[in-house]
């Protein structure tokens, strides 16, 4: 089976495959991003990061930033408005009908995730939360933020890290991502702790050093692109032998030079009088939930090896997920940082517990602002919904939730209703009058996230604003956001 994937001309086919069970799995790519941005503002031009020219575009992107400035005025700012960075990915993703659903960010730590539009009624019970480690836990340079959610039924956890950095701490940035691991708490039954999740990738600037060799050898090793002579010397590698909790998690092969640490704009390593020794600092791990141990492996008294940590093999196995690395790499052509950015590009295989959204809406009839418009909604599966339940109407190419026109209560304006279908009413003054391709998206206040989307539609110009002539002192609130969204 074939899905044609819409927007702006990118299309894609995805391919069902079927494990050794017999399971009808579905691949989905995923696109990851590290970079330390050393406080830089952001590049005019990220198509080559985000693979955009690719012929297999990505559903989901997850992109994790460290020392992304947070000088006093501009982070207030960005509280109040998008920062930079969010704004660069969000106009350069939303026109390719991507989607920002979530995003996270405690001082110079940023976390972005954006899926096409297709599958965002299909993420729920998302989530974000950080740790504090630098300074005795209270300050927020170093540490990790998360976002996790369920994808078509299936828990994944993203945690973005900034560790303690010089080569001495190796066992003490260790010692951090297990205390962040361990404290980190969700509101979710399944899966409170990242490691309850079925899926958790692991990302940012590890600051993991190359260890015992000197310069000169670590120099030649790039010149000849043998980086596999320092494996065994990198920190991380060598933590992993030795922890527990890291052998759980996977890695591509270092086929890269080292990112860090560069002159700025430059793609030479450091030639000032500190001579720091270049280091995979920028990482990417993912870790699949270990299943449960046999029966005949288990301890008398049934305990078993660590089988308190870990989940019943029933959901497992009834709807396998895999993953599968395509490209692990760096992208040199950036150079106004002292790290390059790393990029990981994966395909994601699952059984979708669900096929379709809880929520099929659609406008009734034509819209325009010559007339009180009407919704029609209908719930296709059971869900707990609220008085703050709220339906919002967007422009084709939104860049994130917050990006709607306008929007109705679901409950404060029902107007009719029965078993099946539901009708609820926008007032014409809510409605632009210049009209334009739009589309309603259902918001749960319980689930917070989306979980309805209508296809697109359109709103027409307003007939009686272009019979008494449509001038710009005419053009309302709701009219000037479109325009503006277009500019």
């Not at 990118?10 to 990851?32: I, K, N, P, V, Y």
């Not at 890290?161 to 951090?176: F, W």
Request: glycine share 6%; with cysteine.
């Amino acid at each position: 089976m074939s899905v044609l994937l819409s927007g702006a001309g990118m299309t894609a086919e995805r391919e069902d495959q079927e494990d050794a069970g017999g399971h009808r799995l579905e691949s989905f790519r995923l696109h990851m991003v590290t970079w330390n941005v050393a406080t830089a503002d952001p590049p005019q031009d990220v198509t080559s990061l985000l693979h955009l020219n690719s012929p297999k575009p990505a559903d989901l992107y997850v992109i994790g930033l460290q020392e992304v400035y947070s000088g006093p005025v501009r982070f207030l700012s960005d509280m109040i408005f998008d920062d930079p960075w969010s704004h660069m990915f969000m106009s350069t993703l939303a026109p390719l009908s991507y989607v920002k659903v979530s995003s996270i960010r405690m001082q110079g730590l940023l976390l972005l995730f954006f899926s096409r539009m297709e599958h965002v009624p299909f993420i729920r019970d998302i989530q974000a939360t950080y740790t504090r480690t630098g300074i005795f836990g209270y300050w927020g340079n170093k540490g990790g933020v998360s976002i996790r959610f369920s994808f078509y039924g299936h828990t994944l956890c993203f945690l973005n890290c900034h560790l303690t950095p010089h080569i001495k701490y190796a066992t003490h940035r260790v010692g951090e991502f297990e205390s962040i691991v361990e404290t980190q708490m969700f509101d979710c039954n399944k899966a409170s702790k990242i490691v309850d999740h079925r899926l958790v990738f692991w990302f940012g600037d590890l600051n993991f050093r190359i260890q015992d060799h000197g310069m000169h050898f670590i120099r030649s090793c790039l010149t000849n692109k043998t980086y596999n002579l320092l494996w065994s010397n990198d920190q991380l590698n060598m933590m992993k032998k030795k922890e527990a909790l890291l052998q759980e998690f996977e890695e591509g092969q270092l086929d890269f030079p080292p990112t860090y640490k560069f002159d700025l704009n430059s793609d030479s390593y450091d030639s000032s009088g500190k001579k720091r020794k270049p280091a995979w600092t920028d990482r990417i791990l993912w870790r699949i939930r270990p299943k449960a141990p046999p029966p005949d492996e288990q301890e008398e008294d049934g305990s078993g090896p660590d089988v308190k940590k870990i989940r019943p093999l029933d959901e497992d196995e009834e709807f396998p997920l895999k993953v599968r690395q395509e490209l692990y790499t760096s992208s040199m052509e950036f150079s106004i940082s002292d790290h390059k950015p790393v990029l990981g590009v994966f395909s994601v295989e699952l059984k979708k517990k669900f096929e379709a959204p809880l929520v099929r809406l659609q406008p009734e009839g034509d819209w325009s602002a010559d007339i009180d418009a009407m919704i029609l909604y209908s719930p296709l599966q059971p869900f707990r919904s609220s008085s703050w339940d709220w339906i919002g109407l967007y422009k084709v190419g939104f860049s994130s939730l917050s990006d709607y026109i306008t929007y109705t209560w679901v409950k404060d304006n029902e107007v009719a209703f029965n078993q099946e279908v539901m009708q609820v009413f926008i007032s014409k003054e809510e409605i632009p009058v210049r009209g334009g391709d739009c589309v309603l998206c259902y918001f749960s206040s319980i689930l917070q996230c989306i979980i309805g989307v209508s296809e697109p539609f359109k709103v027409r110009e307003s007939w009686v604003a272009t019979e008494e002539g449509l001038l710009p002192d005419r053009i309302n609130e709701l009219d000037q956001i479109t325009m503006d969204k277009d500019l």
